[in-house]
């Protein structure tokens, strides 16, 4: 069965660049959800967005961005990056923001140094 | 969001049957009970999800009292391949929401 879909798997960016994730959603799932995990911690939820729309928004710095696009794939924007933004990125999909099951993908590693 | 409280780590050997209770004493009456599991850098996979009583599939099965206020995942026979963290979220019924995930369970399982 498709999966989700990222790229790059990973991603080496220096402090104040910039990088783009990518997420391909299960096909005919509409919903796209947007995590980050640091080293040895929790995912935390950044963002989401349904049918094009932004549906939640969690604790994502002002210097990352996203949308989702016709097709339903996602795109995550992240500028003047980080140290701390070293992080596993993954995006997960649903079927018309089912809350329950979400099916992540194998996630972006981002280092930025 | 209700919080949820789950032991940090847990081990077994393979072949037992572990059970991992989480608590939720703020949960509402739209609430739903969700576990997810993760390997090492990979992304979360659900594995079941309940609302009250038993509920049971080909991988786990899922134990709700009738006060709501905890639950406890139940994975028979263990195997090498089963060490991972486990987390227990609670869900509101709507749709669109985000999985909040707190402190997970880190099952580790011996040969």
């Known amino acids: 069965a498709a999966g989700v879909i990222q790229s790059p798997r990973h991603l080496i960016k220096e402090k104040r660049e910039t990088a783009t994730l990518k997420c391909y959603p299960i096909p005919r799932h509409d919903t796209v959800y947007w995590y980050q995990q640091g080293p040895g911690q929790d995912p935390q939820f950044l963002i989401s967005?349904?049918?094009?729309?932004?549906?939640d928004k969690g604790s994502i710095p002002d210097r990352f961005s996203a949308q989702q696009f016709s097709d339903y794939h996602s795109e995550l924007n992240m500028s003047s990056l980080e140290l701390g933004d070293s992080a596993l990125y993954f995006c997960a999909s649903s079927l018309r923001g089912d809350p329950y099951e979400q099916y992540f993908g194998p996630g972006t590693r981002l280092t930025v140094t | 969001l209700a919080k949820t409280t789950q032991p940090i780590s847990m081990d077994s050997y393979e072949g037992q049957e572990v059970n991992i209770t989480c608590s939720h004493n703020n949960i509402a009456t739209n609430d739903y009970i969700t576990w997810y599991q993760q390997f090492p850098s990979q992304g979360p996979r659900f594995i079941i999800q309940g609302y009250k009583t038993k509920v049971t599939n080909e991988v786990a099965s899922l134990f709700i009292p009738a006060d709501r206020k905890s639950s406890t995942l139940s994975l028979p026979r263990v195997s090498l391949s089963d060490t991972a963290v486990y987390y227990c979220l609670v869900v509101p019924e709507r749709g669109f929401q985000k999985l909040v995930f707190g402190t997970g369970t880190r099952l580790l399982v011996s040969p």
């Open positions: 967005f349904y049918e094009k729309m932004q549906s």
